[in-house]
């Protein structure tokens, strides 16, 4: 797949109909096209891409649409939902909305598809006033994206509404001859004094699938609202996925945002906080448990605009094997925002020789009355506290398990689900190939 | 019980134990006391089968079973345990939830399926009620945030629950004040049965004020210079440690 060859699928698609000509964002996707051919895919001679090759991911063929409705059993994927519990779902199968496993509303909210907001008229306010105005536009891959932005999960809660039932949105491949070059583009507006749990995955329901995802998440919390976001990574070996989220934030709203690295070849993840009110709380946390040749790069950025809010970051990494991990944690703080409390966290544990770990910490602070600290650790399982288990009778194996399982635990107890919670902790027990007896 | 013959081990090839020639029977308490540089830590490192130490010459037999060519936690199956001068604190695991992994994991060594969760409930509760320990600890983090009294009383709660046959205290009144003291030496003489045996090593005298030794050995220079009765802790606590040298 290259650059220059993009234009020809957009022209392919324009002419088949699939990307649809009349709709309100047509000219933003010409626009996006254009810059996208402008700068290419991303490449490791720019700083924020020094550590994350794509060349041998893009050296392949890939299918960039799917236009007809795929029918998978229930059975087959009743698994990879949060089953224990009652909640929206917002379903596709190789980027197609599957209505089958869907569950979605339009009572008193909007928990929908992307393709109805983009064409139907009653949502063109909305998509005018919201649609890629926060992406960046100095990323290749979002532009990209928004090139060919026509499906995804589309959520808008008026205000004072607490959505009770947390909703999942999913991603399903399917095997296919060329594998799929998906580009889901989700939009999410939480309006004042409103809450809402979303819980985010991409999972392929084969073993062997090649798919790619390039994926786009706006995120507007409005004042006060509350957001909890989940995004569990933990697909097959050979998938890819990059990952934009840019959340803007007004007054006094919260937005926690929770990945769960645990799967795929390749993952990528942008986050982009804009604080754009006063009493803001921004929360990140991370847990990435790899081994094999597994690489996850974590890019996040806040954006501190406004006085007396607050940024919390904690991401943890586990290595074994071969595999590579990237940290990069930019906090900005204006010359206005004083009274930033900006606290970022980086440990990391590497289990062998050739595990490694790339985690650089970016603080540019212009205002003088802040707290911001940044702390990175990179080590190994503490001897002592291995033999102590031994001597209890844990064999060495499963105490090497329980304490690598101890150290993520701060940050798995941060979810608010609890039918999440427990499967993530599952999640971990069985990559760190430990059996908790509890 | 337990005889060690001519036990020379070391680390990083610096050989701090060098001759050491010791028997517990069981039933019996010892104590090994000593100044500081002694061995005294090397010793029950080396017991518990600590792998950051090497055993150069000797050895170890519990019940007649060398134990030197098993990993730590085989040794505790067999029945050793080693109450740490340190505990360590794991954040994330709570006590309870320690224990029933130590447990279980004994009981798959042994053949035998997992306690089942009645049972294991049970015995919490009945070593709680022995040890008079509020069982509010145990649905905290292993020593999270715990005084070092309340990290010793920890220790022996878990060896209430484990029934080792040789239970090494290394250095557990250290940091402790006398109250504490108390509380862990009252757990230990609880746990105490004609088939099982105790080695306490000391600094000090006093806490063989509360457990009482049946023989008290001095430890110096990696070697064992005297053997007494309890009468040798007073004598020592008079005269330190230069008398015999």
Redo the contacts between chains.
Sequence with gaps: MKANNIASYFLELENKGILDLESNIHKIRTKALADFEQLGFPSKKEEEWKYTSLKKILNQEYELFSDKEKTVELKEVKKHFIHEIDSYKIVFIDGVFSSFLSDTSHQGMDICLMSSALKKTKYKIIIDHYFNTITNKDNSLSLLNTAFARQGAFIHIPKNTLVEKPIQIIHFSTKTKKPYFLQPRNLIIIDENSQVKIIEKHQSLADDNFTLTNSVTEIFANKRAVVDYYKIQDDTENTSLLDHTFIQQKEASTVNMNTYSFGGKLTRNNLEFYQNGERIESNLNGITILNNKQFVDNHTLVMHNQPNCESNELYKGIYADSATGVFNGKVIVDKIAQKTNAFQQNNNVLLGEKATINSKPQLEIFADDVKCSHGCTIGQLDDMALFYMQQRGIPKKEAQGLLLYAFGNDVVEKIKIPELKSRITNLIAKKLNVKLGF | MLKITNLHAGIEGNEILKGINLEIKAGEVHAIMGPNGSGKSTLSSVI?????YEVYKGEILLNNESLLDY???V???KG???S?Q???E?????T???????????RK?LGLE?LPAKDMLKLIKEKAELLEMDRKFLSRSLNQGFSGGEKKRNEIF?MAM?EPKLAILDETDSGLDIDALKIVANGVNKLKTKDNAVLVITHYQRLLDYIVPDYVHVLHDGKIIKSGGKELAFELEEKGYDWLK
Excluded at chain 2, 48 to 52: H, P, Q, R, V, W
Excluded at chain 2, 96 to 106: D, S, Y
């Design positions: 518990a089968g600590n792998e950051t990993s730590p936690d040794r505790a199956h050793i345990f080693m740490f340190y505990p360590v794991i954040p994330g695991v709570t309870t939830n320690f224990i029933k992994t130590a447990i279980n994991a004994k060594f997992d878990q484990l």
